[in-house]
């Protein structure tokens, strides 16, 4: 296992211009990015703007979302906002919503990146309240969000919703029960809001495999790659190779892909 030090906003535009596809696929277009403030959610967050969208930043750190909002637009000069937002809180979705259109203008392209993935000692250990969160950032937030900007997006004549589910949902263990059985349960309303919003707007899912990010820190590197050895690919994933899956499910080149998953995950559904 390696681990990866994060671009720079400038380095990370760079590379998301140089891998995607012709023109500005996104161009003229407004996303919101849910956990959007580090991990993926940042590269996707980079990536959309530097394909031409506005782009609002949500976490539930304001400050962290204004430090990186700010480095975007000074990198690509597209406009950005910094929401703060706890996507379990399902009150707070609509409003998000309406802050976001008042600022940067309807969204047209809604990503559901924020989870949480909590340890536990033990499956008869874990807490309602623990439970409970994990299927509010997981499973709850997602839903509500896409209801509510889907119905937006058909009233205004189109958009595209894509949910970040992992691997887990097709490999549950026992350490991540809950989590996995969270993100299988997003990729069921994958299918559900792709077939209730359709044909105006289209919804996917990126299933992620394990990649370098803040989390992979807590990881034991000696087990983790002597796991990837049973892998395609052998390794975990540098944060920026989500961009391309991103681009793609959210850009005019996947006109006739709704209701997919999409995994990213270095092979690791494929191994045995």
Known sequence: MTGSTPKTVAEAVE??????????????????????????GREIAIAFAAAGADVAIVSRKKESCEALAEEIAAATGRRTSAHAAHVGDWDRLGPLLDEVEHELGPVDVLANNAGIAPVYPSLDEVSETLFDKVFGVN??????????????????????????????????????????????????????????????????????????????????????????????????????????????????????????????????????
Do not use: H
């Not at 211009?17 to 993926?40: F, N, Q, W």
């Open 15 to 40: 590379a998301a211009r140089e891998s995607a596809l012709a023109g500005r696929p996104l161009a003229g277009r407004t996303a919101l990015v849910t956990g959007g403030s580090r991990g993926l």
């Open 139 to 272: 499973v709850k937030g997602p839903f509500r969000l896409m209801a509510a900007a889907g119905k937006r997006m058909v009233e205004r004549g189109g958009g595209v919703m894509l949910n970040i589910s992992s691997m887990a949902s097709g490999r549950p263990t026992a350490s991540d029960l809950p989590y996995a059985a969270a993100k299988a349960a997003l990729n069921t309303l994958t299918a559900g809001f792709a077939q209730e919003y359709g044909p105006s707007v289209r919804v996917n899912t990126i299933v992620a495999g394990p990649f370098f990010t803040d989390i992979s820190k807590a990881w034991d590197k000696d087990a983790f790659a002597a796991l990837a050895q049973d892998w395609p690919l052998r390794r975990g994933g540098d944060p920026a190779e989500i961009v391309g899956a991103a681009l793609y499910l959210c850009g005019p080149s996947a006109s006739f892909t709704t209701g997919a998953l999409l995994a990213v995950d270095g092979g690791r559904l494929a191994a045995p």
